[in-house]
């Protein structure tokens, strides 16, 4: 599904992703995890077409991305973000924001697909008439990923999908997000800076650096405790949890 | 234990929607935990205590009283002297709590000249010993504005700032949730340290029970505006309160299988 060969992102002149390579089976699950400023978003906004490369070659399901349209793109992945406050328009229902991608593919049938959509995600017919700010933040989220699957793309980028949500609320949409991928067989990319977070979605994870993969390792491994690089312990740690000194 | 602040029926109102509903409890110079999921008033009630609620908040109580000062009545001026000074507030996001315009050591200089009533050039002095103290001991550090310094970096120069009131007790409001894991650790550390050296009183506003049962000694679990269960942070485990265990099974975890 995705081929990435020595990637670079540049932002004013840094490289924020620095040759980074790997490759994603169509089916398959692939968590990016690191620390804030590791790179981990810029990556996958470079896979989404949303930062240019500045080199490297990337292929999607055979074919180069920057070779695309945007439509082409649109029905091949879709990407969710972290705060769906900031990715949805506040002013529009969530009817419209359900309907733009089906105009915008002449898909047709909007109602239906809407009402489809909607309980799809676990979320009331009637809830097409609300505004972004009369859901709660599990809710928004749960309109993002009802966008997203629309158009019934075949890859899913997620960033940091649930770190903007309370326990019960992540538990929720992390529950729907596996639900989703199992019934669909998508493959996808999740970016998350909590290893605990990342076993409930994939099996395999990318620890991410100084926007180098410095660790390619699986959720086995982490669980038994082997890692090899210091960030990625350092991470390990943390998942699971403070514990009080002294 | 003498009471550092008692909580006696605090409600707050917006308009018909009752989001506090007569919470009670009493602490001393110990760690608090308060946890719940959005929208259960753990803010609320943290924002109350500075009577920081926000516009069309109406908040009652039939007593909040610190240190044998009681703020349901107190003044402006009062108030003032309070906030800060003798009750420190952290908040969630640093970006939206630190002044853009001024560096990380003039803000915190600005708190030692307010709160101490320091010289320019002693209150300059505190700043860089607080900011050592919550280990951003690099001299660059000071210099440095908000944008450009990281969001843990960013909560650790808010305590810094704290430090400058030397309060007696710290409400620290979900102080690590817009963090990555690493450096939620390292905040929460340097918290952990401050509050034994300083024999602070601690609330921590979280929804993470993980972090509350690891940081705390006592933790209040709220539900809807109310207090659900009352227990020693050790005890949580054994919860037998149904929301309690829902936010207990609800945390991901490494051993969860995809």
């Known amino acids: ?246 | 234990m003498s009471a550092l602040l008692e909580v006696d029926d605090l409600r707050v109102r917006f308009g018909a929607l009752e989001a506090v509903k007569g919470v009670s409890f009493a602490m001393g110079r110990e760690r608090l935990g308060l946890v719940g999921a959005s929208g259960a008033g753990k803010s609320l009630i943290g924002r109350a205590l500075l009577r920081l609620t926000p516009p069309g908040a109406a908040t009652s109580a039939r007593r909040i009283v610190f240190d044998g000062i009681d703020i349901a009545t107190a003044d402006a001026r009062r108030m003032r002297g309070l906030r800060g000074r003798r009750i420190g507030l952290v908040l969630q996001d640093p970006r939206f709590s630190l002044n853009p315009v001024l560096s990380i050591g003039e803000q915190i200089a600005e708190c030692f000249r307010i709160h101490r009533g320091a010289s320019h050039p002693a209150a300059r002095a505190m700043a860089r010993e607080s900011l050592a103290a919550v280990r951003l001991d690099d001299p660059r550090v000071y210099g440095l504005y908000p944008h450009q310094v990281s969001g843990g970096m960013g909560q650790r120069a808010m305590i810094a700032m704290m430090l400058a009131g030397d309060p007696d007790l710290l409400i620290a409001d979900e102080p690590t949730s817009a963090l990555d894991a690493s450096a939620a650790l390292q905040v929460l550390a340097v918290l952990d340290d401050l509050v034994r050296r300083r024999g602070m009183g601690l609330i921590l506003i979280s929804h993470d029970l993980d972090l509350v049962q690891g940081f705390c000694d006592r933790v209040l679990v709220l539900e809807s505006g109310a207090i659900v269960e009352r227990c020693a942070a050790a005890d949580l485990a054994l919860s037998r309160h149904p929301y309690t265990r829902r936010l207990l099974a609800a945390r991901p975890r490494l051993e969860d299988a995809p």
């Open chain 1, 1 to 246: 599904m995705i081929e990435a060969r020595d990637l670079i992102v540049r932002l004013g002149g840094r490289p924020v992703v620095d040759g980074v390579s790997f490759e994603l089976a169509a089916g398959a699950g692939l968590g990016i995890v690191g620390e804030s400023g590791s790179g981990k978003s810029s990556l996958l906004r470079a896979l989404a077409g949303l930062e240019t490369c500045a080199a490297g070659t990337l292929l999607l399901d055979g074919a180069p991305l920057d070779g695309m349209t945007p439509r082409q793109r649109g029905r091949l992945m879709q990407m969710v973000f972290q705060d769906p406050y900031g990715s949805l328009h506040p002013r529009q229902t969530v009817e419209r924001a359900l309907a733009e991608p089906i105009a915008i593919h002449r898909l047709g049938d909007p109602a239906a697909r809407i009402t489809a959509a909607l309980g799809e995600v676990g979320l009331e017919p009637r809830q097409r008439y609300r505004y972004p700010h009369q859901l709660s933040g599990g809710q928004r989220q749960r309109v993002a990923i009802a966008r997203a699957l629309i158009l019934a793309p075949r890859l899913l980028l997620l960033d940091e999908p649930t770190s903007a949500l309370d326990v019960l609320a992540q538990a929720e949409i992390l529950d729907l997000l596996a639900r989703l991928r199992r019934e669909r067989g998508l493959s996808w990319v999740l970016v998350s800076h909590d290893f605990a977070v990342v076993a409930r979605l994939v099996e395999r994870v990318a620890v991410m650096a100084a926007g180098k993969f410095v660790e390619m390792t699986d959720m086995a491994a982490l669980r038994a405790g082997r890692a090899e690089h210091p960030v990625t312990r350092a991470l390990l740690a943390a998942s699971r949890g403070f514990k009080r000194a002294g």
